[in-house]
């Protein structure tokens, strides 16, 4: 019985893990994003959107990340850049409050969708809470440029 348990619990685990796969490509896209230079234009062409949020162009990955792929995903992304030094601590955390708000927004509506929700409602009050909770904490956090 109990061995039962735990050779589910490895299956179950092994499975989970495995449903991964696709980080291990999506990493090595973002490396070669990095070393092309693609990464650094991309984040050029997020800069006047990041603007109004006080943050630099380097925080647009980790947004499209958490915002596509989810925060749990996301979060990966968010820990690298954090560890490269690209975004101060308060940059990282006024990411982390619009992330926290609206995450995984295309997976979501997807799926609350077929729920019978309306997806643009939905795309539209977690876009409008995400943004003024964080203009409220960059307007703390950050110093304005």
């Known amino acids: 019985m109990i061995l039962e348990w735990i050779w589910d619990g490895f299956v179950t685990g092994v499975l989970k893990i495995a449903a991964l796969?696709?980080?291990?490509?999506l990493m090595i896209a973002i490396q070669v994003l990095k070393d092309t230079g693609w990464l650094a234009k991309m984040a050029g062409w997020m800069r006047p959107l990041l603007a109004p949020l006080r943050l630099p162009g380097d925080a647009g990955?980790?947004?499209?990340?958490?915002?596509a792929i989810g925060l749990t995903y996301g979060a990966g992304v968010?820990?690298?850049?954090?560890?490269?030094?690209?975004?101060t601590r308060a940059e990282l955390t006024v990411t982390c409050v619009f992330l926290?708000?609206?995450?995984a927004v295309i997976e979501e509506t997807i799926l609350f969708s077929a729920?019978?929700?309306?997806?643009?409602l939905l795309v539209s009050i977690r876009a409008?809470?995400?943004l003024v909770v964080a203009l409220g904490a960059s307007r703390i956090l950050?110093?304005?440029r």
């Not at 968010?78 to 975004?87: D, R, S, T």
């Not at 926290?100 to 995450?103: A, D, E, L, P, R």
């Open 142 to 144: 950050l110093p304005k």
């Open 100 to 103: 926290g708000i609206c995450h």
């Open 78 to 87: 968010i820990l690298q850049v954090g560890e490269e030094g690209k975004l």
């Open 21 to 25: 796969w696709w980080l291990v490509p």
């Open 128 to 130: 409008v809470t995400g």
């Open 115 to 120: 729920a019978g929700a309306n997806g643009l």
């Open 61 to 67: 990955l980790p947004m499209v990340a958490g915002m």
